[in-house]
């Protein structure tokens, strides 16, 4: 039920009830009430006319003067007085007339005539057939001298008391009906005052409850729905602060999650996913929503499950490394699974997923390479070992033999050097230790003196070596390193190429950047040894390289080199028909940044 009926019904019971009591007084209480006042009233005036007529008329009487006796009383009166003997014969009434007397009928047999005979007075209530009403009869006892000579009885008609009794009910109700008509306009007036602020604040935490937490209550009544209202603006304001909380709570969150390089996934306590974060997503996962599916649907591993599972029960965080395969490539993850709790209960459990496939990559070149070293630096030390041992051994006494083993020993000395050498300049180039010194070279001019130190070796095999190049390429390098690369490449140009070949250097200057390319009519490098070159001890033919005292770092040097400066490195080879090595170096500043060798050009 509305207020506004409510209240209407409240004021209509308020009036109601006091109706209705009064009404029920009317009915029970004034009535009687009225009643015995009447007979009081009229037992009053029959005593009173009792002393009269005793006064009067101490002996029998002629009943005409008594009957105009009767009738003078009653005429002062305006009452009906009736005097009935003592056998019952009507001597005198003021509302009949003398002659009509003598038809009345014996009253002997009147209730209130046995009652005031029997005691001193009578009452009676009856309906009159003479006057068609209903009356009240009182009769007292004439005795004077305790002679019984009759009784005087008056009559009144009891319309009046009726009548009074319907005019106060009818007074009542019309005051029922005015106070109403009055509860209506009040009902009307109170709906302004009360149930507007009641209805405002209804409607706002309507409002409220639907998420609108800007809406507030405006009421100023300056009573408790005033108050009412501020507690409501209060707890919207409240709960309107507590939301943008937790939103930027969860956008924190989001954005961790989202900044995060690791996959996240986040497991509910039943053991389904609750939410995984963008990289897992694009990862393993694809456009299907992974919310609601157990994680072994999104990870298929059953390892990873039991983790978990684990983490769940016992509450144990749980670690493992699994190798997985991802959306393009077989990666491993170092994933940690640890309990999330909630008022100290098992909530579920975060699972983070590090991709440790780089650091396993790293963790195995090294490995590599320190395998590598020992067995590059085992082989001229084994020799170095024996021939130093044999010659200890007597062998010196064998001059010319001495002479070959130390010509050996020699050799090998120097093929450890130069592996040395090159390691240390190798790490130096990759731990950055020695900053390059740039300053303006003139390419051209560094690789004249570059080929000026391999043309011996070059015309020992009987190689031409042509330069196409401009007078003059200005550049900000670092001059020694530029050198120390191009007498690498031209170095393996001369190594790989028979005899009666040719290399040509070309210098290409563009609009960014210094094309230097420097090609051979060599022997070639099978395709797919093409990528691997510029690896640290990568060689196409081990024993050819060596026995050309090669050590497997040369491109790798200038590989370093070149990236240092902000350039980059291919190859363009055919098996048989020669190899291209071409690097670029830009002419503008770049930051001095380390990266893979980028794929070949098509
Ligand atoms: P090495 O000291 O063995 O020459 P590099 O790092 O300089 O080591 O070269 C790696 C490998 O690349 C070589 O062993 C060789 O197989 C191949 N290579 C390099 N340059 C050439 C070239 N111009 N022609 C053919 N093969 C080459």
């Not at 005097?83 to 019952?88: A, E, L, S, V």
Request: charged share 25%; net charge positive.
């Amino acid at each position: 039920m509305k207020f506004k009926r409510k209240l209407f019904v409240s004021y209509l019971l308020i009036v109601f009830i006091p109706f209705l009591a009064a009404e029920l007084y009317i009915s029970s209480v004034l009535e009687s009430r009225l009643l015995q006042q009447t007979e009081n009233h009229i037992f009053k005036e029959a005593s009173l006319l009792k002393t009269i007529i005793e006064k009067e008329y101490k002996n029998s009487t002629p009943s005409y003067e008594i009957n105009s006796l009767i009738r003078k009383m009653g005429r002062a009166l305006g009452e009906r007085i009736t005097f009935i003997n003592n056998r019952g014969t009507v001597l005198g009434d003021s509302e009949i007339a003398p002659e009509e007397l003598k038809n009345i009928e014996d009253h002997s047999s009147r209730p209130e005539f046995i009652q005031a005979f029997r005691t001193s007075h009578g009452l009676a209530i009856r309906y009159s057939t003479t006057l068609k009403i209903n009356m009240m009869y009182v009769a007292v006892k004439i005795a004077p001298q305790d002679k019984f000579l009759g009784v005087i009885r008056v009559a009144v008609p009891l319309i009046d008391v009726k009548k009074f009794i319907k005019q106060t009910e009818y007074g009542l109700f019309a005051a029922f009906l005015v106070c109403m008509a009055l509860i209506l306009i009040l009902n009307i007036a109170a709906s302004a005052r009360l149930s507007k602020p009641v209805e405002e604040i209804t409607r706002t935490a309507q409002e409220i409850s639907r998420g609108n937490l800007q809406a507030r209550v405006y009421t100023r009544t300056r009573d408790e729905l005033e108050t009412l209202g501020r507690s409501i603006n209060l707890m919207a304001s409240e709960i309107q602060k507590r939301v943008s909380e937790i939103s930027e709570e969860k956008e924190t969150l989001q954005a961790i999650l989202r900044g995060m390089s690791d996959g996240v996934m986040v497991i509910d306590g039943d053991g389904k996913i609750a939410l995984i974060n963008r990289v897992l997503h694009d990862l393993f996962h694809g456009d299907v929503s992974a919310t609601g599916k157990a994680p072994v649907e999104i990870i298929r591993n059953a390892d990873f499950q039991d983790g978990v599972t684990q983490v769940l029960d016992t509450g144990k965080p749980f670690k493992m490394e699994l190798p997985l395969t991802t959306a393009d490539t077989e990666r491993i993850f170092d994933i940690t699974i640890v309990r999330l709790t909630h008022q100290d209960k098992t909530a579920g459990a975060v699972a983070v997923f590090h991709d440790i496939t780089d650091l396993k990559r790293i963790e195995k070149v090294r490995r590599d390479f320190v395998a590598n070293v020992s067995h590059e630096l085992r082989t001229p030390l084994t020799s170095i070992k024996g021939y130093a041992e044999t010659l200890c051994h007597g062998e010196i006494e064998d001059l010319s033999r001495a002479k070959s083993f130390a010509r050996i020993i020699l050799k090998h000395a120097n093929r450890l050097s130069s592996l040395v050498n090159d390691l240390l300049s190798l790490s130096q180039l990759e731990s950055q230790r020695t900053p390059l010194i740039k300053k303006e070279i003139n390419v051209v001019q560094v690789l004249d003196t570059s080929i000026s130190l391999v043309r011996p070796s070059a015309e020992a095999k009987q190689l031409t070596i042509k330069v196409d190049a401009p007078e003059k390429v200005l550049l900000m390098a670092d001059k020694d390193q530029i050198g120390e690369g191009l007498v690498n490449l031209l170095d393996n140009a001369v190594k790989y190429t028979p005899k009666g070949g040719s290399v040509t250097v070309s210098v290409t200057d563009a609009a960014d950047e210094v094309l230097v390319t420097v090609k051979d009519t060599g022997i070639g490098i099978p395709k797919e040894d093409q990528g691997r070159i510029f690896e640290r001890f990568y060689r196409v033919d081990k024993n050819r390289s060596r026995h050309m005292g090669g050590t497997g770092l040369g491109l790798s040097i200038v590989k370093h080199i070149i990236l240092a400066h902000g350039g980059r490195i291919w190859v363009e080879s055919k098996l048989g028909k020669g190899s291209a090595f071409t690097f670029s170096l830009p002419k503008r500043k770049h930051e001095n940044k380390f990266q893979e060798v980028l794929p070949l050009p098509a």
